[in-house]
């Protein structure tokens, strides 16, 4: 299984950037997607996440300025992320709640490779 992000990048303050991420692999089914930054505390910190019916949730920080999506017939996740502070600077990480084919019921969490995102003041 990977998770394989793309997006992200240099951005002013007061901008959008838009972050995907695809999953692929031996996938039987896909429950939560996410997002995760970095944090300053290298403690991975939420910023959105959304279930396979769209029931999304979102840090408090991030509410009204990003949007989380995904496309099931893609197994890919979205953030939209509008209003872009300075303080938004990290790397940003994508995750997955998964079943595996053959491996019954048990769900493995993955997560992708991680994008740097970095709003310029």
């Known amino acids: 299984v990977q998770l394989v992000q793309s997006g992200g990048g240099l951005v002013q303050a007061g901008g959008s950037l838009r972050l995907s991420c695809a999953a692929s692999g031996d996938i039987a089914s896909i429950n939560e997607m996410g997002w995760y930054r970095q944090g300053l505390d290298m403690q991975r910190e939420l910023v959105a996440t959304v279930t396979s019916g769209g029931t999304t949730r979102y840090a408090d920080s991030m509410k009204g300025r990003f949007t989380v999506s995904r496309d099931n017939a893609k197994r890919t996740v979205y953030l939209q992320m509008n209003s872009l502070k300075p303080e938004d600077t990290d790397v940003y990480y994508c995750?997955?709640?998964?079943?595996?084919?053959?491996?019954?019921?048990?769900?493995?969490?993955?997560w992708g490779q991680g994008t740097q995102v970095t709003v310029s003041s």
């Open positions: 995750n997955a709640d998964l079943t595996l084919i053959g491996r019954g019921p048990y769900q493995f969490r993955y």
